[in-house]
T-cell receptor, first 113, second 114 residues
Framework: GENVEQHPSTLSVQEGDSAVIKCTYS??????FPWYKQELGKGPQLIID?????GEKKDQRIAVTLNKTAKHFSLHITETQPEDSAVYFC????????????FGDGTTLTVKP | GAGVSQTPSNKVTEKGKYVELRCDPI?????LYWYRQSLGQGPEFLIY????????DSGLPNDRFFAVRPEGSVSTLKIQRTERGDSAVYLC????????????FGAGSRLTVL
């Protein structure tokens, strides 16, 4: 089955700096890669996703890149703000198992004001 | 409803007891998923429903776990003879249909087995 590894497990940055979180996956059949933000006491919330036919996607301060050959994808947050502080999860799923995602173990991001 | 609703938000029980966790998905979403999140880890897939039937229950850890969705909307996750290792947050998610990758998660039900 799919295995997703995520790093770093914790990340602390100053407000205004950039943050990068990286994930690798093992199953070449995976073609959908979402990123979720989870705040304390809440469920994961989708913030951005990318499909395998695209190498990069951007939404305001958030961008995701995908390298299918190397089987890794990354989340980039620019101009970080204190409200970006949360746990971020990457995940992977395939077309035949669309909702059956395999998640990484999460990155706790702290943005210091 | 506007979002995925899960009840109870917190459940404390004793080892050996039976518990039920309820999920009310977004109206019109035909696919429903249960995930389990242990402390410090990402969610792990348990089971998913397309309509009323369990299309894939390969993530259920053992036969003490069972889930139903009798009318294709609300789902109940049932855990028999609870063990301390069952303590976790149980997350429910729904999507428009199984082919739609985008999941909307509820806030979860935190289960503590003493």
């Amino acid at each position: 089955g799919e295995n997703v590894e995520q790093h770093p497990s914790t990340l602390s940055v100053q407000e205004g700096d950039s943050a990068v979180i990286k994930c690798t996956y093992s199953d070449s059949a995976s073609n959908y890669f979402p990123w979720y933000k989870q705040e304390l006491g809440k469920g994961p919330q989708l913030i951005i996703d990318i499909r395998s036919n695209v190498g990069e996607k951007k939404d305001q301060r958030i961008a995701v890149t995908l390298n299918k050959t190397a089987k890794h994808f990354s989340l980039h947050i620019t101009e970080t703000q204190p409200e970006d502080s949360a746990v971020y999860f990457c995940a992977a799923s395939s077309k035949t198992n669309a909702g059956k995602s395999t998640f990484g173990d999460g990155t706790t991001l702290t943005v210091k004001p | 409803g506007a979002g995925v609703s899960q009840t109870p938000s917190n459940k404390v029980t004793e080892k050996g007891k039976y518990v039920e966790l309820r999920c009310d998905p977004i109206s019109g979403h035909t696919a429903l998923y249960w995930y389990r999140q242990s402390l410090g880890q990402g969610p792990e897939f348990l089971i998913y429903f397309q309509g009323t039937g369990a299309a894939d229950d390969s993530g259920l850890p053992n036969d003490r776990f069972f889930a139903v969705r009798p009318e294709g909307s609300v789902s109940t996750l049932k855990i028999q003879r609870t063990e301390r290792g069952d303590s976790a947050v149980y997350l429910c998610a729904s999507s428009l249909n199984f082919g739609a990758n985008v999941l909307t998660f509820g806030a979860g039900s935190r289960l503590t087995v003493l």
